[in-house]
């Protein structure tokens, strides 16, 4: 069985005849019409993700449902061609950043093909890709996945930033305290965010002490 979940009230309406137009046996198709960004539960226990993802808000999406629905175990998506080579960038890459990091989390990441613009109409102004994702176990506790996000987020937004300074206000408020933490976890205070795994921040997390949690 497939569960579509569908923010446009018309297209969700008009789903179900759609499909069965095209030979799709009743019972098969389930539409939820409602913002995948405030999906909680679905019908049964969904194991695989295919979509097409709003661009503008297509990271926030994918990983609210990796988070909230444990049993996806694979999937494909396609989203825009810059955000797709994000999700499967190494550390190291120009363009590995939070999502990467985030995404990584989660399992593993491949470019899974390319969509050209011109089988859109309206003709969009950008290309789009095909990303892949098989996951693995989570890296660490829920609690500390939130917390290897929010320093994954800092180390980012100043990304050009040595750690010990991108750092400083989620780890204790001072570059200082930042580098004790890095040192006890085995990071070079002095590297970039862009250098680290996510199994790196994770290490931060677990570096830091609770009243800076």
């Not at 808000?57 to 810059?82: D, K």
């Not at 890459?93 to 050209?116: C, E, F, H, I, Q």
């Not at 890709?129 to 937004?157: H, N």
């Not at 204790?172 to 970039?192: D, K, M, N, Q």
């Amino acid at each position: 069985k497939v569960t579509a979940v569908e923010i446009d009230h018309r297209l969700a309406e008009r789903l179900p005849a759609t499909a069965s137009a095209h030979g799709v046996p009743d019972g098969a198709l389930r539409v939820i019409d409602q913002d995948a960004l405030r999906v909680r539960d679905l019908p049964g226990d969904p194991a695989v993700l295919v979509a097409n993802l709003p661009y503008n808000v297509s990271v926030p999406v994918l990983l609210h449902f990796l988070e909230t629905f444990r049993s996806i175990a694979r999937g494909v998506v396609m989203v825009q061609a810059e955000v797709g080579e994000r999700l499967a960038a190494a550390p190291g890459s120009k363009v590995y950043g939070a999502p990467s990091a985030k995404a990584a989390w989660w399992g593993s990441w491949r470019l899974a093909g390319t969509v050209s613009r011109q089988v859109f109409w309206p003709v969009p102004n950008v290309d789009s890709v095909l990303v892949g994702f098989e996951r693995s176990e989570p890296l660490g506790s829920e609690d500390e996945r939130m917390l290897t996000f929010r320093i994954i987020d800092a180390a980012f937004q100043q990304r050009r930033k040595m750690l010990r300074q991108a750092l400083a206000a989620v780890l204790g408020g001072s570059a200082l305290e930042a580098s004790a933490v890095l040192e006890r976890a085995g990071i070079a205070p002095t590297a970039r965010g862009e250098e680290l795994t996510a199994g790196q921040f994770l290490r931060i997390a677990r570096a830091t002490p609770a009243p800076a949690r």
